[in-house]
């Protein structure tokens, strides 16, 4: 145990070396290749941003629960059907446990899953009939979050109080 914790000592030792080296390299070369600095530095910049404003699981409940009470205090004959049957899919998909939150650190991605974890049947065990994980991840990406936000679910609710049966 003792030369465990001596190995993960020396490796953050040494990471942290590293980053400083590369930090110093950086600082140097900011005269000789200042569009390169900036770049670099404004890379690492952003890469934090979108890292500590990356939505959560509870951002996207909070999120929903907004838009629900947004919804609720605009009449219903003038509801966006889009808005609506996207609150709607949400809400089911939450309810029914088929919503898995895949964390990237710098974004997210909501996945609908096809069963709900706990199913135990046949079809939805079968690993023969599943595709690989990274192909059901990309086929059954239901949503991307980035910088506090969820996209598809802020766009469906762009004109949520504009009902598009009203001017057909």
């Known amino acids: 145990m003792q030369a465990f914790r001596i190995s993960i000592k020396e490796y953050f030792t040494r990471l942290a070396y590293d980053y400083s080296a590369s930090v110093k390299d950086l600082a140097l070369d900011v005269r000789e290749k200042p569009f390169k600095s900036i770049a670099s530095i404004s890379l690492i910049f952003g890469l934090t941003f979108a890292y500590h404003k990356n939505p959560g699981e509870r951002e996207l409940r909070n999120k929903l629960a907004d838009l629900r009470q947004k919804m609720v205090l605009i009449p219903v004959t003038i ?67 980035i910088c506090g936000r969820f996209w598809m679910l802020e766009n469906s609710f762009n004109d949520c109080d504009i009902c598009e049966e009203e001017f057909l």
Do not use: M
């Open 79 to 145: 509801h966006s059907k889009k808005a609506d049957n996207c609150l709607e899919k949400y809400t089911k998909l939450l309810n029914e446990k088929r919503l898995d939150f895949v964390n990237f650190w710098f974004f997210a991605l909501l996945v609908e899953r096809d069963y709900n974890p706990n199913c135990n049947s046949n079809e939805a065990n079968d690993r023969i009939t599943r595709q690989w994980p990274w192909i059901e991840l990309w086929r059954n990406c239901f949503d991307f979050g």
